[in-house]
């Protein structure tokens, strides 16, 4: 597999791609849909498949993706078809190994966790109460051989389980080797800690103007990453301006 396309744009949704005035994302849109033959469009995203493909279908004004990484990097698919990129989605499968049950024993009885109402095959996602959430919860999770992801975004606050080692960076690094695409011609933007691993990847980044205050403070000793004053689309495109490659 391998892309003729000279930039691979890796973007969040809910407060990045999603993100701005309708007059700014029109705008932003028409230029995405524009550059498609030289853009090649990845979302990077929390949200499950179903949504993502309903989300797509009720709103056709917005730029399709070329690829999909989701639930906060536990699944890949073609954006067109939506068929699992199967050498990356495989790693995942094994990184996780049916463990949903296992989580959700381990986790039953953990003050300020509530199992959220999506069931992702290969993570398990709570909402976290901050007042009372413990770190030995964390601790247990991370005793027991996963990962955990906790970032917020508007009034939710969000608790996920995940395979060692796989989040939306760690995924998004294994599908540029899988497609033999340059890393040095892929930006990734985002605005929440789940888009942190994003980041830590050495990748190009663009964290937007309106990104939570623990993201901001992660950044700031990261070199690679360009915080923009901009929120949302507008965010990104100043990003791409800065980088040459608008």
Same mark, same amino acid.
């Given at each position: 597999m391998n892309s003729n396309h000279s930039l691979l744009l890796a973007t969040d949704l809910d407060g990045t791609f999603l993100g701005g005035t309708h007059q700014e994302r029109s705008e932003f849109y028409q230029y995405i849909h524009n550059q /498609?033959?030289?853009? $090649?469009l990845v979302y990077v995203t929390g949200r499950e498949l179903d949504w993502i493909s309903n989300f797509l279908v009720e709103n056709p004004h917005i730029p399709k993706p070329d690829y999909i990484i989701g639930d906060v990097g536990t699944t890949i698919v073609n954006g067109k078809t939506f068929e699992p990129i199967s050498a990356v989605q495989d790693w995942i499968i094994k990184q996780w190994d049916n463990a949903n049950e296992q989580?959700?024993?381990?986790?039953?009885?953990?003050?300020?966790?509530?199992? /959220?109402?999506?069931?992702?095959?290969?993570?398990?996602?709570?909402?976290?109460?901050?007042?009372? $959430? /413990?770190?030995?919860?964390?601790?247990?999770?991370?005793?027991?051989?996963?990962?955990?992801?906790i970032s917020s975004y508007d009034i939710y606050f969000y608790f996920d389980v995940m395979p060692k080692g796989v989040s939306k960076g760690p995924t998004l690094l294994k599908f540029l080797s899988e497609?033999?695409?340059?890393?040095?011609?892929?930006?990734a933007c985002g605005d929440t800690l789940n888009d942190l691993s994003l980041f830590e990847t050495g990748l190009k980044g663009i964290a937007?103007?309106?990104?939570?205050?623990?993201?901001?403070?992660?950044? /700031?000793?990261?070199?690679?990453?360009?915080?923009?004053?901009?929120?949302?689309?507008?965010?990104?495109w100043d990003g791409l301006k800065v980088y040459g490659k608008d």
């Open positions: /498609q033959d030289r853009i $090649l989580v959700k024993n381990l986790l039953a009885n953990e003050p300020g966790l509530k199992l /959220q109402s999506v069931n992702p095959d290969y993570r398990v996602s709570y909402y976290y109460d901050s007042a009372i $959430l /413990q770190p030995s919860t964390i601790q247990k999770v991370i005793d027991a051989g996963f990962d955990c992801i497609i033999n695409f340059n890393a040095n011609n892929t930006i937007v103007g309106n990104s939570e205050p623990r993201l901001i403070e992660k950044i /700031q000793i990261m070199e690679n990453v360009y915080h923009s004053p901009y929120p949302g689309v507008m965010g990104i």
